[in-house]
């Protein structure tokens, strides 16, 4: 028997400050009395209200894996799809040149932007799959209108800005450990080469890929898998380790201080996450707004206007 997760007070405890209040006149001073006391009488029968996590539906782990791993796959295959042409004429022409030196192959920025897209479509395809087939796409990725904006709004602002915070923080203590800053300076040379690549990273990377694909993927369908297996139920920090963790996997080209920084990142937005009761907006406002300013503060860099 499935929970219905979207209708527990838990899970709208932060992001609805303001849900309208039932209209007083249309209850009668008995029926108030008396659905009071059947209240009463179902918390003292019932005991108290378990954790969000335990109201949801459990999965195995044999599911849960073979779940990741196919939302992985595709994610994989689909980045690597568009480079095919590219990769393929590289490597004949290292077959015809043996003695020359190895050549790289030559991604422009339209044809890295264009495998950011395709691995995002492809994961969130197989994550709706299996989640349409189990009927809980709508109660894993919380994408409802939240019931009060201005707070989703606020909560986006702290994630904007503790996300930023992170980010300057972590590089130096990544540095103070020893596995160097954070270095995205290949993304951010493919970001930077003209106003109009700017646009078109900002629209598809920022604010579709990164900003609403892997916080679907991430905060939305991982952490929904991860709070369903047995050992995590009822967990909510083990569960926000693990995706921050699996969060930071990708991001390895920017190196280990890479690595760690968006693990934390991952953690604070997943925070958030459950701060709203698992609707997503807030995160997915706030992680585009972060890559927004980070593209924008590197053309801007690029141009000199940092610089005075």
């Not at 659905?35 to 996590?53: C, F, R, V, Y």
């Not at 297996?229 to 201080?257: D, E, K, N, T």
Request: glycine content about 10%; hydrophobic content about 50%.
């Amino acid at each position: 028997m499935r929970a219905t997760v979207t209708r527990s007070p838990a899970r709208r405890k932060v992001c609805t400050v303001g849900l309208r209040r039932a209209n007083p006149a249309r209850t009668s001073p008995t029926e108030t009395q008396g659905s009071a006391l059947d209240n009463q009488t179902d918390i003292a029968a019932k005991g108290p209200t378990p954790p969000l996590a335990e109201l949801k539906h459990p999965i195995g782990w044999p599911l849960f894996i073979a779940q990741f791993i196919t939302v992985a796959l595709a994610y994989l295959i689909a980045s690597i799809l568009p480079t095919l042409p590219v990769l393929i004429e590289t490597v004949m022409a290292a077959l015809e040149n043996p003695g020359a030196e190895p050549v790289e192959p030559q991604l422009g920025s339209a044809l890295v932007v264009s495998t950011v897209v395709a691995s995002a479509v492809a994961g969130i395809l197989v994550a709706w799959l299996w989640l349409r087939r189990e009927g809980r796409w709508k109660e894993a990725v919380r994408l409802e209108a939240p019931a009060n904006w201005r707070s989703t709004l606020g909560w986006a602002a702290l994630g904007l800005g503790g996300t930023l915070l992170i980010f300057t923080v972590g590089a130096r203590l990544a540095e103070a450990m020893g596995l160097g800053a954070p270095d995205p300076t290949f993304i951010l040379e493919l970001v930077t080469e003209s106003p109009a690549l700017l646009a078109l990273w900002i629209v598809a990377v920022a604010w579709f890929a990164a900003g609403f694909g892997e916080e679907v993927l991430y905060r939305g369908f991982l952490m929904d898998r991860l709070e369903r297996l047995s050992g995590l139920r009822g967990r909510p920090w083990a569960v926000l380790v693990i995706q921050a963790l699996l969060f930071g996997l990708p991001h390895a080209y920017q190196g280990m201080g890479g690595m760690m920084v968006t693990a934390m990142v991952g953690l604070f937005l997943g925070w958030i996450r459950n701060r709203c009761g698992g609707n997503l907006w807030a995160a997915i406002i706030a992680h585009a707004a972060v890559d927004t300013v980070s593209m924008s503060l590197a053309y801007a860099d690029k141009l000199g206007w940092m610089t005075g």
